[in-house]
């Protein structure tokens, strides 16, 4: 069964600070997903990470894939508020289907 | 543009009614779409996968007798709440990949059983 860690659940950060929020998944998986969701709102697509060592960039955020180690990172550099938000990551359990299994999600606010 | 669009957003019932929410991809064919349930402040759970043509694929756990599914078009597949209970109530949302590698989610139907 493929299980999916993410951390830290919360996450309370200043504006104009750094940081990086893990997800480590169990199984050899071809694709991870981040995605971002705002209160009673659905999900949106931030990244397809598809490759070992694959690092994309959107803003002032940047993930990055290490098929390996199993771990994706999500690095959040100057932060601002209007990235507050809960992040989830999602790993795909493999096949053509695309059946996505998601972490607890990172509650993310940004302080002024 | 939204891709997948999902309908309704939020929907109040009685207790024991039955509660129909529909997913749609617009402009491209969704062969295989997916559902997911969301209690709040927790993660997405998936329900089933929704294949167009055949039965729903259910994950264990999943009452396919409480949630129907139907796949009936290439670009609709429905989700019915069965009576309906307090228990019931979450937060529904449906996904569809439209080429490519990205899936696209609809915009969620918020439940609420009294």
């Known amino acids: 069964e493929l299980k999916v860690e993410q951390n830290p659940l919360f996450l309370s950060m200043q504006e104009g600070k750094n940081y990086t929020i893990y997800c480590n998944y169990s199984?050899?998986?071809?694709?991870l997903y981040w995605y971002r969701q705002d209160p009673g709102k659905s999900l949106e697509s931030l990244f397809v990470?598809?490759?070992?060592?694959a690092v994309k960039q959107e803003g002032r955020l940047m993930a990055s894939l290490d098929t390996k180690a199993r771990l994706s990172t999500l690095h959040i550099t100057a932060a601002v508020h209007d990235l507050s938000a809960t992040y989830f990551c999602?790993?795909?359990?493999?096949?053509?289907?695309?059946?996505?299994?998601f972490g607890k999600g990172t509650l993310l606010t940004v302080n002024p | 543009g939204a891709v997948v669009s999902q309908h309704p957003s939020r929907v109040i019932c009685k207790s024991g009614t039955s509660v129909k929410i529909e997913c749609r991809s617009l402009?491209?064919?969704?062969?295989?779409m997916f559902w997911y349930r969301q209690f709040p402040k927790q993660s997405l759970m998936l329900m089933a996968t929704?294949?167009?043509?055949?039965?729903?694929?259910?994950e264990q756990g999943v009452e396919k007798d409480k949630f129907l599914i139907n796949h009936a078009s290439l670009t609709l597949s429905t989700l019915t709440v069965t009576s309906a209970h307090p228990e019931d109530s979450s937060f529904y949302i449906c996904?569809?990949?439209?080429?490519?590698?990205?899936?696209?989610f609809g915009s969620g139907t918020q439940l609420s059983v009294l």
């Open positions: 999602a790993v795909d359990s493999g096949g053509s289907n695309y059946k996505l299994t």
């Open positions: 402009d491209f064919q969704a062969t295989t």
């Open positions: 929704s294949n167009e043509g055949s039965k729903a694929t259910y």
């Open positions: 996904s569809a990949k439209r080429g490519g590698e990205k899936l696209f």
């Open positions: 199984t050899t998986s071809d694709r």
């Open positions: 990470l598809l490759s070992n060592g």
